[in-house]
């Protein structure tokens, strides 16, 4: 098949790299423009064009598709198929209609549930136990399109949205190429999604991350996760921001939301061991690795070591 794929982000670079070694034709890829970033504010090209370039590929960085030009230079590459990866832009119709095969999503939930922007992190939000992959025929709306295949993965008690987007997008790019033979020779057919149960996402703010002590510690333990690595979770001690990178709940209720304390024994999860816990609504937060204002991010033991005072202080949201 000829195809024109569609992405921005990291997520989309697996299933571009598949794309590249495999008999498809890759026509062109198409991405957001570099943006600004970094403390110097200089243009930053997305992932997607970046492996894009690696591999050869011709790159479009139109900021938005809707231009009738921009319909008129995508019909001239005559896809077959057009693939989109978290491209960063809704498809219009008339550019949905050109692909004779349509356009596949590839997107990261168990369609209907997590339609929307940030479909991972609001998976570990939600104490989901179990996320996925969809392939799904898109339509005009946001993330309603009939569903063509799916694959589910358990959701680990110390993933965050960055490890779980990093194996969804790997699992992603796999699922789409077994998919594409059948759906080339049209053996495939897309089952509608149940909007009864639709749930969706909303985009993450910066502000998201600010913690609220008087939360449950299980909460805060998913926000923590869900927020690692944008927008972080964060809590002011002594007129510093400090951000929780790592951290799970324990039973336990002493003291007001917000106070440190030191445990008498160390706690586990996992891989994960504290000894320092943060009194919440409901239970401790024990804390793993933290970074302050300033500093590289570090172990709690170390991180106490050098901040004197930390245990017994009083943490604000």
Not at 135 to 145: E, K, R, S, V
Request: net charge positive.
């Amino acid at each position: 098949m000829r195809i024109v794929f569609m992405g921005s982000p990291e997520f989309g670079v697996p299933a571009l790299e598949r794309l590249a070694g495999s008999k498809h034709q890759v026509a062109a890829v198409y991405t957001q423009p570099d943006r600004p970033a970094g403390r110097g504010r200089r243009p930053e090209a997305p992932p997607v064009k970046s492996a894009a370039l690696r591999l050869g590929l011709p790159v479009r960085q139109p900021p938005h598709l809707r231009e009738p030009s921009e319909v008129a230079r995508l019909k001239e590459l005559a896809p077959d198929l057009i693939v989109v990866a978290a491209f960063g832009q809704m498809l219009p119709e008339s550019v949905l209609g050109i692909p004779d095969l349509g356009c596949l999503n590839i997107h990261p939930s168990l369609l209907p549930r997590h339609r929307g922007a940030a479909p991972v992190a609001y998976a570990v939000l939600a104490g989901d136990n179990e996320t996925g992959v969809s392939i799904m025929l898109m339509d005009a709306g946001m993330d309603t399109g009939p569903v063509v295949a799916q694959e589910r993965i358990p959701i680990e008690p110390e993933d965050t949205t960055g490890s779980l987007t990093d194996k969804l997008s790997r699992r992603g790019a796999l699922l789409l190429l077994k998919v594409l033979p059948a759906w080339a020779r049209r053996e495939l057919t897309p089952q509608p999604q149940d909007s009864a149960l639709a749930t969706y996402s909303q985009p993450l703010r910066k502000e998201d991350g600010a913690i609220d002590w008087g939360l449950p510690a299980v909460t805060l333990w998913r926000r923590v996760r869900a927020f690692q690595p944008w927008p972080g979770c964060y809590t002011q001690w002594q007129g510093k921001v400090v951000k929780i990178i790592k951290a799970f709940p324990i039973d336990g209720d002493d003291g007001a939301p917000g106070t440190v304390r030191a445990m008498p024994f160390s706690k586990k999860m996992g891989t994960m061991d504290s000894s320092v816990g943060v009194q919440t609504g409901q239970g401790l937060l024990a804390l793993v690795e933290l970074q302050i204002e300033g500093k590289k991010p570090m172990r709690i033991s170390e991180f106490v070591r050098g901040q004197r005072g930390f245990i017994g202080s009083r943490l604000s949201s």
